[in-house]
């Protein structure tokens, strides 16, 4: 199955990033009903990338697309992660994530990031649903699921 990784550092917020993708991914399928959408592909939760022997590591080489999330700018480890993945051969969307936080909803460290990675980046917040169906559309759109 196709597989779409979600990485980054403990409590960047991985797991709740797959709630949200996959609820907004479900009400989507119940909406159009074609419930093909959901079971196509596959999104895995790994652990984080700052923890030692990381599942994140064996995942790497098996995403098509990978969610690198980031909270903070002090991204090194994350960059290093992006280098690691785009050499395996996924496509990487940047997130953004748990942007609620941010007064600005995350732009600056968006902008900070995507100059340093040359990377789409997107910000999103699992807890308000900003940004959820934005960074759907681009998964599908590294799919090539749409255009
Ligand atoms: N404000 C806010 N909090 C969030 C958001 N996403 C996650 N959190 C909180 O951040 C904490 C960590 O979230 P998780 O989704 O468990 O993070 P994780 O990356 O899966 O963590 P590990 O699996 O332990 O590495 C929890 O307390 C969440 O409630 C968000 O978008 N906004
Ligand atoms: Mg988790």
Redesign the pocket.
């Known amino acids: 199955m196709r597989q779409v990784g979600i990485f980054?550092?403990?409590?960047?917020?991985?797991?709740?990033?797959m709630y949200a993708l996959t609820k907004h991914k479900v009400n989507a399928a119940f909406r159009a009903m074609e419930i093909s959408g959901v079971t196509r592909v596959m999104l895995v939760?790994t652990?984080?990338v700052d923890v030692e022997d990381s599942t994140a590591e064996k995942s790497a080489q098996s995403v098509e697309v990978a969610l690198m999330?980031i909270t903070d700018d002090s991204f090194e480890l994350e960059m290093a992660w992006i280098n690691k993945l785009r050499k395996a051969g996924s496509s990487i969307i940047v997130v953004i994530?748990?942007?609620?936080?941010f007064s600005d909803g995350g732009k600056a460290l968006a902008a900070a990031a995507k100059e340093v990675s040359g990377l789409k980046t997107l910000c999103?917040?699992?807890?308000t649903g900003a940004g959820v169906v934005e960074l759907d559309e681009e998964i599908e759109k590294q799919l090539g699921m749409r255009n």
């Open positions: 980054g550092k403990r409590k960047s917020g991985k797991s709740a990033l939760d652990v984080g999330l994530s748990q942007a609620d936080k999103v917040s699992s807890v």
